[in-house]
C-alpha cells in the first residue's frame, strides 16, 4: 500500500480549509487540520450512504466516486497516525477521546474501532443531569493531554448531547539550530498587510537550510526549520515576495497540491540562508460547520444524517457543532502548538546567500513526513509528496496573540 499517495490526497482538504480561514483582514491564524480530520474520521466507521461518502470524499480522497474504500482508508490513515506518533514519541502527543450520556447505547463494533484503530478512551457522562461535571471533566481531560496550552475547550454543553468526540494533539520541538537570543532585535519591524509598521521581536540567525524560491508561479520562498529530535516534523516558512499579498498568494490557482508538493521537493539543503522572523505566539477558536459545508460536509449536520452504525438508538442523530482551539508559540529555543477539536453528536431536531526576511505577513505549517525505514530527520530523507500537515496558519501581526 503507497501511504505516500495517502498522505498526498489529505493536502486538498486542508488547503481548502486555510482558503475557508484566512480573512486577510489582518487577523492572525491557527489551526491544525490534522486535529480535525483525526475528529471527524472517527465519525466514519458510525457513517452510512451520503453521510459517510461526504466525509470520505471531503477529507480523505477528493477522488473517491463511492465508499467502497472507505475501510481501507481508515486503515491508512489510523496506520499514519500511529507511524507519526512513534516517529515523534518526545515530542508529539496525541489523544482521541470518546464521552457518551449514561446509559446511551453505542454499538460494540463501533466501540470496538475506535478503541484499537485510534487507541481511544472512552468515558460515560451524565450531560443532562450532572451538566458541570461533565463539562469539568472533558475540559480537564483536554488541559491535561496538551499539557495545560488549552484549558477550557468548551464553556457550556447543550442537555441534548449524546456523544462528544475529542482530538486533542500537543507538540513540543526545539529548534535543531537555535537562534540566539542575543541576535534578537526586540525592537524590530514588521510591515503589516495593510501597510502599516509595528514593533516586534526579530529572531536572526545565519544557517544553511532547506530553501527554496518560486519566482514564477507561486511567487514566494520557502525555507525549512528542522527540530532537534529524531523525528519527521518540521516547520516550513512560506513567504511571498514583495508586491505579492500574503491574499494574493492564498488565492493563487498554484495553491493546489500538485504544486506545493513539488516546490517542497525542490528545497535545497546546501543553501546558506540569512533568517529573520518574529516570535510570535497565536490561539484561535474555530466554530467550523459553516466552514466545511462549502467544502463538500452537509449530510451529517442535518436531519437526514445517517450514523446508525454509533448507536442502536431508534431516534436519528447528527452533529450539532464542531469546534477547534488551537495555540502555538515560536520563540529562539522551538515551538510549542496544542489544539482539541471537538464533534458534538446530538439527537437530530540566489546568491551564496540567499535571504529570507519574514517582516511582512507570512504562512507557517508544521508537516509530518511519511517514508520508509531510515526515514529521520530532514524532509530530503523521506520519499517525495508524503506529507501531512499537523498546524497551519498565517501571522499578520506577531504582536497579536489572537
Not at 486535529?35 to 461518502?53: D, E, N, Y
Not at 463501533?110 to 468515558?123: C, D, E, H, P, R
Not at 508586491?243 to 546558506?272: A, P, R, Y
Not at 505566539?281 to 449530510?299: A, Q
Amino acid at each position: 500500500m503507497d501511504y505516500h499517495v495517502h498522505a498526498r490526497k489529505q493536502t486538498p482538504f486542508v488547503l481548502d480549509l486555510m482558503k475557508k480561514l484566512y480573512q486577510g483582514d489582518g487577523s492572525n491564524l491557527v489551526v491544525s487540520p490534522y486535529s480535525l480530520v483525526s475528529a471527524l474520521v472517527i465519525l466514519i466507521p458510525g457513517a452510512g450512504g451520503k453521510t459517510r461518502f461526504e466525509l470520505l470524499k471531503t477529507i480523505l480522497d477528493r477522488e473517491a466516486t463511492d465508499s467502497s474504500k472507505a475501510n481501507e482508508l481508515i486503515q491508512v490513515f489510523s496506520y499514519m497516525l500511529d507511524s507519526v506518533c512513534k516517529a515523534n514519541s518526545d515530542s508529539l502527543h496525541v489523544a482521541n477521546m470518546l464521552y457518551v450520556q449514561q446509559n446511551f447505547e453505542l454499538r460494540p463494533e463501533y466501540v470496538s474501532t475506535l478503541t484499537n484503530q485510534f487507541n481511544a478512551i472512552g468515558k460515560q457522562l451524565d450531560f443532562a443531569g450532572s451538566n458541570a461535571m461533565a463539562l469539568k471533566t472533558i475540559n480537564d481531560d483536554v488541559e491535561k493531554a496538551t499539557k495545560g496550552l488549552i484549558k477550557q475547550l468548551l464553556s457550556q454543553i447543550d442537555k441534548s448531547t449524546r456523544i462528544v468526540l475529542v482530538n486533542a494533539i500537543y507538540f513540543k520541538g526545539t529548534w535543531k539550530n537555535q537562534f540566539s537570543k542575543g541576535q534578537t532585535n526586540e525592537n524590530g519591524e514588521f510591515k503589516k498587510s495593510n501597510g502599516s509598521i509595528v514593533k516586534a521581536a526579530m529572531m536572526f540567525k545565519k544557517s544553511k537550510l532547506p530553501f527554496f524560491h518560486d519566482e514564477t508561479k507561486l511567487k514566494a520562498k520557502f525555507v525549512q526549520l528542522d527540530y532537534k529530535s529524531e523525528g519527521n516534523i518540521s516547520m516550513v516558512l512560506v513567504l511571498p515576495d514583495e508586491g505579492n499579498s500574503l491574499k494574493q498568494f492564498i488565492n493563487s490557482e498554484w495553491f493546489e497540491t500538485d504544486h506545493l508538493h513539488s516546490v517542497m521537493d525542490k528545497m535545497n539543503s546546501s543553501i546558506d540562508v540569512i533568517l529573520t522572523i518574529p516570535r510570535f505566539k497565536i490561539s484561535c477558536t474555530h466554530y467550523l460547520v459553516d466552514h466545511l459545508k462549502p467544502l463538500g460536509i452537509n449530510e451529517v449536520f442535518g436531519d437526514n444524517a445517517d450514523l446508525k452504525g454509533i448507536t442502536n438508538c431508534s431516534e436519528p442523530m447528527c452533529v450539532g457543532d464542531v469546534i477547534q482551539k488551537a495555540v502555538i508559540e515560536v520563540n529562539e529555543e522551538g515551538t510549542e502548538a496544542a489544539a482539541a477539536t471537538r464533534i458534538r453528536c446530538v439527537l437530530c431536531c540566489a546568491s551564496s546567500n540567499v535571504y529570507f526576511d519574514a517582516n511582512r505577513p507570512f504562512l507557517y505549517m508544521l508537516v509530518a513526513n511519511h517514508g520508509g525505514s531510515g526515514c529521520v530527520g530532514n524532509f530530503n530523507r523521506f520519499k517525495a509528496s508524503a506529507r501531512q500537515v499537523l498546524f497551519a496558519g498565517v501571522v499578520e501581526d506577531p504582536n497579536v496573540s489572537k
